[in-house]
C-alpha cells in the first residue's frame, strides 16, 4: 500500500522516443508534482497540479506534458527525448494548506542513449 | 539563482556524536521549512518541518533550527546513529498552496562507526 507509487523505477530509451511515466497516489491529496533531479543533484519542481488544473509550469520545454485523468493520477509524457533528458523524476503529492511534509515517490530513473 | 543553499556537500560525523546540517536561504518570503532524508534509489523521506512564525521544534533525536534574521536554518541530530548516513535536502514553501518546494543541493551525512 504504497502511498505514492510511480512507474517505470528504470527506462532506458532512445534519442528521438517518446515516453511516458505513471504516478499514482492514494493518499487523497489534491496536489501532485513532477520533479526533475538532475546530474548535479538539483531537485527541481516541473509541474504540479490542483484538481485537475495546472498550476506551475516552471520553464519546462513543451515536449513535456503531464497528465491528469483524476485527483489520484499524474502522469508525464515526454516527447522527442533528448540526452539531457537523463535524470531521475520524483512524483510527489501534498494537500493543499496542510503544514506537514510532501509525500515523495520512489523515482524514475530515465536514461535517453 | 539558488534560493536555498546547502554549502556543505558531505558531513562526517562519529557514531553517538552530533549531526549539524547546515541550510541558508535567500528568499524572504519562503514561510515553511522542511528537511528531507534520502537513501540511495529511493525517494526523499519527510523528516521534520518548521514553521516560519517559530524558531525552533523538535521531534525525537531530530531538532530542527530556525534564524529568520540571519535566513538560515540547522538541522540537529543527537545521538547520530548509523543509519542517519543518508542525504539530507533542505526544501523551503512559499505560500501554502499548491506551490512546489524549493530544494538545497543536499549534504551526504556519514556517520562513523
Known amino acids: 500500500d504504497t502511498a505514492v507509487s510511480q512507474t517505470p523505477k528504470y527506462l532506458v530509451t532512445q534519442m528521438g522516443n517518446d515516453k511516458s511515466i505513471k504516478c499514482e497516489q492514494n493518499?487523497?491529496?489534491?496536489?501532485m508534482y513532477w520533479y526533475k533531479q538532475d546530474s548535479k543533484k538539483f531537485l527541481k519542481i516541473m509541474f504540479s497540479?490542483?484538481?485537475?488544473?495546472?498550476?506551475i509550469n516552471e520553464t519546462v520545454p513543451n515536449r513535456f506534458s503531464p497528465k491528469s485523468p483524476d485527483k489520484a493520477h499524474l502522469n508525464l509524457h515526454i516527447n522527442s527525448l533528448e540526452l539531457g533528458d537523463s535524470a531521475v523524476y520524483f512524483c510527489?503529492?501534498?494537500?493543499?494548506?496542510?503544514?506537514?511534509?510532501?509525500?515523495f515517490g520512489s523515482g524514475t530513473r530515465l536514461t535517453v542513449v | 539563482d539558488q534560493q536555498v543553499k546547502q554549502n556543505s556537500p558531505s558531513l562526517s560525523v562519529q557514531e553517538g556524536r552530533i549531526s549539524i546540517l547546515n541550510c541558508d536561504y535567500t528568499?524572504?518570503?519562503?514561510?515553511?521549512f522542511l528537511w528531507y532524508k534520502k537513501y540511495p534509489a529511493e525517494g526523499p523521506t519527510f523528516l521534520i518541518s518548521i514553521s516560519s512564525i517559530k524558531d525552533k521544534n523538535e521531534d525525537g533525536r531530530f531538532t530542527v533550527f530556525l534564524n529568520k534574521s540571519a535566513k538560515h536554518l540547522s538541522l540537529h541530530i543527537v545521538p547520530s546513529q548509523p543509519g542517519d548516513s543518508a542525504v539530507y535536502f533542505c526544501a523551503a514553501r512559499q505560500g501554502g498552496g499548491a506551490d512546489g518546494l524549493t530544494f538545497g543541493k543536499g549534504t551526504h551525512l556519514i556517520i562513523q562507526p
Open positions: 528568499n524572504s518570503m519562503f514561510d515553511y
Open positions: 493518499l487523497g491529496h489534491d496536489t
Open positions: 497540479y490542483n484538481n485537475k488544473e495546472l498550476i
Open positions: 510527489a503529492s501534498s494537500q493543499t494548506g496542510a503544514n506537514y511534509g510532501y509525500t
